[in-house]
């Protein structure tokens, strides 16, 4: 008899905890057809409930919901007060104000390396006395092995700023503006760069008359080819827009730092007798360091990657958890291996399954399930106190990525959500909590693919923004 009232008991508990849960199908009806979702709200008191699921156990593209995977193990590896370190250092001695050997500079792969930094380095050379250079001027870019791109990067994007290489020499972004002014109607546009960047930039872009019928001026579109640090705009911009600012990748980094470096030596008078040459094995054998430079502290960097969606950030942490993890240079290969290690290990998440191609998400060829991105919710969630993660998240109505975003940024989800934002074409993504009127936060994961508007008169994201606001609605209070 006993046995009978406990089955009963947990059958009744079973099934009042599915009635509890919020059903999806219904607000599904709002987004285009085709679209494909993955949803999956639970409690995170210790003790899970699932408030809603829908297709969770699903893979599909992460987009820069990525970035959640990456920061935790880079957390849990490298610790909040790690830096990024680029250092100067020689093999050989200092004598009458020259250095009789190479200077040699251990590039890190920092992120947040600019021109400013590097001109203080080399200030610091001067104050020691450098003056000359007996050999060559060393870049030491071991740190990372293979390429700088990931597997799955959109080809059409690589010279967008967004993807920027994650190379070892990084310096301002691997960016760099240009601008792009219209002509007379039949003319030619005119392009311009800063005389500091070292790049060349030309082109062959037409003006074409505003709103021409012309199919010939209807589908000519601006484009850009690069080779190396080459670059050249083709295609068409209309008479009567305005002076355009574009952004482009740095092709490559490590021939951009060179010039910068040789640049900034020569401004300073310090001369070498050798050359500028690259190092891709580690040096070896005893050296000085004559300065360093350091960036601000892991915690500082994953705020401003989870916040601004910094892919640059996310992409050079991912491949230096490779090199950490394994002692060894850095490659997408052993970074993605080493996250899943990572948290297999320091947070009992399995992540086997899963593909994991780069550390920000641009890679077509990541897939992750919203159950698997659950979990690492909610060991966020419990370890929140040691980890301070939650507080990194986008905020909205209030900052990052989610500031403006129209689902979430009035009442009642103003301030009362913080998730990471995660974007590329046909998805719309979010990964993170909800924090209720009485001070507890659930956790929530929407993947949705395949996602193409076929409303009119509005704007592409405004059935997405809609599906948010109405369905996130029901676990607000």
Known sequence: MTNIKVSFFFIVTFFSCLLSAQPVEPYISSLPKGSDLSILVQTVDGNP???????????????????????????????????????MYTNGSLNNKQLSGDLIIKLSGDPTFNRARLKNMITALRQKGVEKISGNVILDTSIFASHDKAEGWSWNNLTA??????????????????????????SKASISVSSSIPVMVSGDVRTIAANSKDLNDKYCELDVSADKNRYHLSGCIASNADKTPLKFAVMDP????????KNELKQQNITYNG???????????????????????????????????????????FRTLGAHYYNVSGTWRNGGDAVKQILRKKAGIDLENLVIADGSGLSRLNLVSANKLMEILQYIS?????????????????????????????????????????????????????????????????????????????????AIMRFESEFYRNFIN
Request: aromatic letters at 10%; one cysteine or more.
């Open 275 to 317: 050359r500028v040459v690259e190092r891709k094995q580690k040096t070896s054998g005893g050296l000085t360091l004559l300065t360093s430079s350091q960036s601000a502290p892991l915690s500082e960097l994953l705020t401003v990657m989870l916040k601004k969606s910094n892919n640059l950030y996310a992409d050079t942490i």
């Open 382 to 462: 419990l370890h929140n106190n040691q980890l301070a993660f939650i507080e990194k998240l986008p905020i909205a109505g209030v900052d990052g990525t989610l500031q403006n975003r129209k689902s979430f940024n009035q009442a009642p989800f103003k301030e009362a959500v913080m998730a990471k934002t995660g974007y590329i074409q046909g998805s719309y993504n979010l990964a993170g909590f909800i924090q209720k009127s009485d001070g507890r936060y659930i956790a929530f994961v929407q993947l949705l693919s395949g996602y193409r508007a076929d409303s009119q008169g509005e704007p592409k994201n405004g």
């Open 49 to 87: 409930k699932t408030l809603a699921k829908y297709k969770s156990d699903q893979f599909k593209q992460p987009a820069s919901t990525q970035k959640v995977i990456t920061a935790l193990a880079a957390q849990l590896e490298l610790g909040d007060n790690f830096r990024f370190i680029t250092g």
């Open 254 to 261: 490590t021939e951009y730092f060179s010039t910068i470096l």
């Open 161 to 186: 700023c967004y993807n920027a290489p994650a190379s070892a020499a990084t310096i301002d972004d691997n960016c760099f503006y240009a601008t792009i002014t219209p002509g007379k109607t039949g």
